[in-house]
């Protein structure tokens, strides 16, 4: 082989290889976007959440507990 064949088949490997790692790149992008939105979506809903649980009061909780006994009495 001549060396001018030996290089375009090694630039020609190498293209291949980068045309792989941008996809690569693009399809993991792709998926951290998708996480993304997931974790956004999930502090939203503990935000709801936590918030919910302020509303709760323990003496309210205690009270209920008190006034029923457990079936087992």
């Known amino acids: 082989m001549h060396i001018e064949q030996i290089l375009e088949n090694r630039i020609a490997e190498l293209e291949t290889k980068i045309a792989f790692q ?9 998926a951290l976007v998708q996480q993304q939105f997931a974790l956004d979506k999930m502090q939203v809903q503990l935000r709801y959440v936590a918030s919910k649980l302020k509303d709760f009061h323990p003496s309210n909780i205690a009270s209920q507990a008190e006034e029923t006994p457990p079936p087992h009495y």
């Open 22 to 30: 941008e996809q690569l790149l693009d399809e993991l992008n792709h």
